[in-house]
């Protein structure tokens, strides 16, 4: 049961794949509003874990609700609720931005009677109005970037999933991107990010750190750098990430 305050909760989830157990019984929430982090190795259960959050895959155990809905019980109504962009451009780029958000405006069913209004809005959001007839293929990575987000955000959804978002662009379009990213949060999204740059792991309010499928910690930056590097006032989010993914949990 989410309480008024949360978006996500989840108790006890596990995903097994045969034997194999991917994800092992963990719990968590997410704030409202919140910046939350998820950080994991490869193979740490972390992809995993969103999968099962965003609807398509069902956990073997436990339970969970996101945006209000059952993960069990739910999962398509759970779809339309959340945008998720992922580090692989997924847009089609044979077609104009123009054209992409089109096309994702019909995925999402918005009726037909607000396309207008909400091409424009993402456009002019994105910066892409100028650009708006050019095939996607022939943007730079960063422009096709605010692109994907701006189709995430195309059903003014509740919760956005960001996998990996800003890999393979330059620092100075990371930085305007989280710096849209909070603006997202301060307007009441909630914002569920996972990344290697720990640099940005810094902006999230709170994190969660997986290892082995199960949450080895959990906290703000500072709470998970101070559990995991006691006694080294140098130590930074890197050094604890680090330090965290060479333990095996119990």
């Known amino acids: 049961m989410l309480s008024p305050s949360e978006s996500i909760s989840v108790s006890q989830l596990e995903k097994k794949f045969g034997r194999f157990v991917a994800v092992n019984k963990i719990t968590f929430s997410v704030k409202k509003g919140e910046i939350f982090g998820f950080l994991g190795s490869n193979g740490s259960g972390k992809s995993t874990t969103i999968r ?13 609700m996101v945006a209000g809905y059952d993960m069990i019980r739910q999962p398509e109504e759970i779809k339309q609720a959340i945008g998720y962009m992922s580090q692989k451009f997924s847009l089609y780029e044979d077609l104009t931005p123009s054209e992409n958000v089109r096309f994702y405006l019909g995925i999402y069913s918005v009726p037909q009677s607000q396309w207008p209004q909400r091409i424009d809005w993402i456009l002019n959001m994105t910066r892409l109005q100028d650009v708006r007839n050019r095939l996607t293929r022939e943007l730079p990575p960063g422009w096709r970037q605010r692109l994907a987000l ?9 919760i956005l999933f960001l996998d990996e978002p800003t890999s393979g662009v330059d620092p100075i379009t990371r930085q305007h ?3 849209f990213i909070r603006r997202l949060a301060a307007d009441g999204v909630t914002v569920f990010v996972t990344t290697h ?20 910690a959990s906290g ?9 590097c006691p006694g080294k006032p140098d130590a ?9 993914m060479k333990r095996i949990p119990d």
Not at 52 to 64: E, F, K, R, V, Y
Not at 236 to 244: E, G, T, Y
């Open 52 to 64: 099962m959050l965003c609807g398509i895959i069902t956990p073997t155990s436990g339970n969970g």
């Open 150 to 158: 701006g189709c995430a955000l195309l059903h003014r959804p509740q």
């Open 177 to 179: 991107f989280w710096n």
């Open 197 to 216: 740059y720990m640099d940005e792991a810094l902006f999230c309010e709170r994190i969660v750190m997986i290892n082995a499928g199960s949450i080895v």
């Open 220 to 228: 703000s930056p500072s709470e998970i750098i101070a559990e995991a």
């Open 236 to 244: 930074d989010l890197n050094d604890a990430f680090v330090s965290l």
